[in-house]
């Protein structure tokens, strides 16, 4: 179906699911959040939240890729996510946050930072290498250690719309109107901003998404009220805030705190958000990730690696509490959190002799070391998994 | 590395490992049987045996289905056997049969009779529908329900072959020598053999595989002594034999009772092979089938198909002693036997609003309808799982 795969199988508001080429697909999204914005016009709006759904509810990896087809880098059905297979185009991931970003401007509704933020620190960061010299075009939740990232291609997609991305992400973090300022993203940096016609100085002191602490400081250039919504993402249990060493307790508006008062120039804010390890479950209609679970913290989806599991694929988890955030001291992974904790591995005693058996493995306790999906294929080749399944009851 | 695709890459003799393209590779490998058989060399059977090594213990799928990767029809690393995109072209089991039959002439091991059954009954026979008309090239373990047999094609491939395999079967149930008979596969017909110079009429009474008991009757022209080996599948636990109403513990030979005596006209053999429900496990480097269980009765894999069990593909399943073979009484599948039992299903309730959850999806009972995976895809089109997940512990 051809038009289908280029979204022109029947008129785009009478769209209802996600289809087709994905990269496009979000490009085309992206468009229409642009005309909403331009017209106002609510039946844009509508389209725009139906076809919304069909990815954020049912056509979205985890990692924040999408479309799940190679054959046609299309979306596939719904639910329907393989994880070896997966395509997840780098740039797909790239459309996602376009779009998300133009529905925030629209909208300044967590759902979308929610995907923004997992697409950026997953699977597009996924896209290029820690020394920034190769590139991944497909980004699977699952490798046997064949799938690689290649040198700068000449093809005008993946790496250059990578660059794009990672050299204009100031834009992504920030949505500010006549009266009031949202703030998507965290991150350590100074954005110079404008707000009821006053100019205004944005710091964030951050280690994030290392660590939930972030210290804002607001300078505008004099005494100006304006309403201030800080994202306080969906997989925080627990927060804090204080403005000036004083702790208050906001509320949240589809999931940012909305703080209306006048800011003077030196207001310090520290925003705590707390980042535990936790494991996180798929939809029961995800086949693929039936009977798994996957590592998370905070935005970043873990995974895990041969060269830190010996026994992968055959390594079970059941629990994050075993784990604890590691920062590494020294190697190619300097600086990065690590996730180090227990599962479990199937034994190969007694399997030397059978690919099949009556009997199933037995599972022994085992040490998980667990690493930011990004940076998976950046040391020895080996497997990878993202959903690890969980301790079979009885094992 | 089109050589290694041609197994042209080193001296067959020299070859340790199965690999590149599959259809290819076991018609080699059967006439380096046959030059085994010819020749006598053992540097011939050694290489066979290592060859057999690696397929059937490290690149086999349960349903007797070999070559994973649809790139290049071929065989993929180790223990690598994706189930959703798993080739297994229906001509690479008949291959995988050709050779086995071959080996079993060499030597009477229950081991190629075992994946030569298993690729019989189930990734063979898949290929052809039910009423005969339509076929399968390729033959997953997992579908999303829309992977369809397609009618007669051209290619002079699979559809020819596989009615070349039917038409010939009875090549694969027997192998004589001067002085012994081996029977490898039970099912009702009536063979004409010659043992000793002997010439003689063997007749099996049986409604295998959907029951275990099997009857023989031997007819020789005039008593002639020979050795007979009845196969004793490695998936029966527990058997029983008598001769002419009276029982008989023999003692098994690689897999084989061995009964050497004279045999007179009319002599009458009851085999009884128990043949329950049972659940079937893979090698814990198998990353497709952790935390998974298959359904087995007798030589038949059975799977799960949509249109039987709402709720795939969250069907779990923790056992089999609840499964009873049932059969079919009328519609498309009279006849067959099935298997209905209860198993686990994840229930959607408090997912209709998000993909992903800190919180594992529920597990309520469910029945369970399994058919013999050779049947699927017979009626409505669906989902289908030859791989259930376990429930997880605490689920």
Not at 69 to 82: C, I, R, T
Not at 106 to 128: I, P
Not at 207 to 223: A, Q, T
Request: glycine share 10%.
């Amino acid at each position: 179906m051809p038009y289908e795969r280029l979204q022109a199988h029947r008129p785009l508001l009478e769209q209802t699911e996600a289809v087709g080429h994905a990269v496009r697909a979000v490009y085309l999204y992206s468009g229409l959040a642009d005309l909403a914005a331009e017209t106002g016009d609510r039946r844009y709006r509508r389209t725009l939240d139906r076809l919304w759904e069909s990815v954020a509810l049912r056509k979205l990896y985890l990692t924040g890729g999408i479309g799940a087809l190679a054959v046609g880098e299309q979306f596939s059905g719904d639910y329907h996510l393989p994880n070896e297979t997966a395509y997840a185009e780098t740039c797909a991931s790239i459309g996602l946050i376009f779009w998300a970003r133009r529905l925030l401007d629209l909208d300044c509704d967590r759902r979308y930072a929610e995907v923004m933020e997992a697409a950026l620190y997953n699977g597009a960061l996924s896209g290029v290498s820690l020394d920034g010299r190769r590139f991944f075009y497909v980004n699977p939740l699952a490798s046997e250690g064949r799938h690689h990232r290649q040198e700068f291609f000449g093809c005008a997609c993946c790496p250059p719309n990578l660059l794009r991305l990672l050299a204009s992400l100031g834009r992504y973090f920030y949505s500010a109107a006549e009266d009031e300022l949202c703030v998507h993203l965290y991150g350590a940096g100074a954005a110079r901003l404008e707000i009821s016609g006053v100019r205004l100085r944005f710091v964030q002191e951050t280690d994030y998404p290392w660590e939930g602490r972030v210290g804002l400081e607001i300078s505008p250039e004099r005494p100006v009220r304006f309403r201030l919504r800080l994202r306080v993402p969906e997989w925080c249990r627990n927060w804090s805030l204080s403005i000036n060493g004083t702790s208050l307790s906001g509320r949240l508006s589809r999931g940012y705190l909305l703080l209306d008062r006048t800011w003077r120039p030196g207001d310090r804010l520290a925003l705590d958000l707390e980042m535990k390890p936790e494991l996180v479950h798929a939809h029961p209609a995800v086949g693929t990730a039936a009977g798994c679970a996957a590592l998370r913290r905070g935005p970043l989806v873990y995974c895990l690696e041969g060269v830190d599991n010996p026994g992968l694929p055959s390594i079970f988890i059941d629990s994050a509490r075993s784990f604890r955030p590691v920062r590494v001291e020294s190697g190619p992974l300097k600086g990065l959190v690590l996730l180090k904790g227990r599962g479990w591995r199937a034994s190969r005693a007694g399997w030397e002799k059978r690919l099949y058996s009556d009997r199933a493995p037995k599972l022994e306790p085992a040490p998980v070391i667990a690493v930011p999906y990004f940076v998976w294929d950046n040391r020895a080749a080996g497997p990878m998994r993202v959903w690890l399944p969980r301790p079979p009851a009885g094992s």
